[in-house]
């Protein structure tokens, strides 16, 4: 079946760095991905949806800034949490689903945890 | 707008209960419904899905009805094991297109003791 690639699975990195986060569609090609966060013990917040070849629309409080979203081809978005901090510290999920059908499930990546020290 | 509700947990079942999460809907038009798992440490996995009314969508013992009348897609499985223990996501699709997310229930914890 279809799958979706996030890496890494682990970061840690110090306050004030930026850290990339790769998501790739990997059986089809995905014009739409969509950037999670996840907080301990609580729901998916919908960051973002990446677009390819245009801008990122982004959920109502996200920071375009702090989070930065490319989707430069079909099989592949970026998430790069610029300028890190403490509280940026949680878990990040990519999602991408098969355009071609209206009720196609939603694949998922397996999740990047991030830690700012 | 389309919203997914889902009971709320944690919920703690000792190995071979019965289990049910309640999960009810609101949506215009014609969604497809879906239950999702996530393990610890993990991205989210497609338990099961139903595309139109009265289908049952099952999957490792789970089960789920698409049930218009009442907008509900109860899951069901008659006897949980340990390693059932998970966050359990009810989710829909508004069926537009495949460029938008679905809509995500709160997630339900289920913990499961031997």
């Known amino acids: 079946g279809a799958v979706v690639s996030q890496h890494p699975s682990r970061v840690i990195c110090k306050s004030g760095t930026s850290v990339k986060i790769e998501c790739r569609s990997l059986?089809?090609?995905?014009?739409?991905m969509f950037w999670y966060r996840q907080f301990p013990k609580q729901s998916l917040m919908l960051m973002a949806t990446?677009?390819?070849?245009?801008?990122?629309?982004?959920e109502q409080g996200v920071e375009k800034d702090k989070f930065l979203i490319n989707h430069a081809s079909l099989t592949l978005s970026t998430l790069t949490v610029t300028s890190a901090h403490p509280e940026d510290s949680s878990f990040y999920i990519c999602?991408?689903?098969?355009?071609?059908?209206?009720?196609?499930?939603?694949?998922f990546g397996q999740g990047t945890r991030l830690t700012v020290v | 707008g389309n919203s997914v509700t889902q009971m709320e947990g944690p919920v703690t079942l000792s190995e071979e209960a019965f289990l049910t999460i309640n999960c009810t809907y609101t949506?215009?038009?014609?969604?497809?419904l879906f239950w999702y798992v996530q393990y610890p440490g993990e991205g989210l996995q497609l338990l099961l899905k139903?595309?139109?009314?009265?289908d049952k969508g099952s999957n490792k013992g789970f089960e789920a009805t698409y049930r218009k009348e009442t907008t509900s897609f109860h899951l069901e499985k008659g006897s949980v094991q340990v390693s059932d223990s998970a966050v359990y996501f009810c989710a829909l699709s508004d069926g537009a297109s495949g460029n938008t997310p679905l809509v995500f229930g709160k997630g339900t914890r289920l913990s499961v003791i031997a």
């Open positions: 949506a215009t038009g014609y969604p497809s």
């Open positions: 999602s991408a689903r098969d355009p071609a059908g209206a009720h196609t499930e939603a694949f």
């Open positions: 059986d089809f090609q995905a014009t739409t």
């Open positions: 139903a595309t139109k009314a009265d």
């Open positions: 990446s677009n390819e070849g245009s801008k990122a629309t982004y």
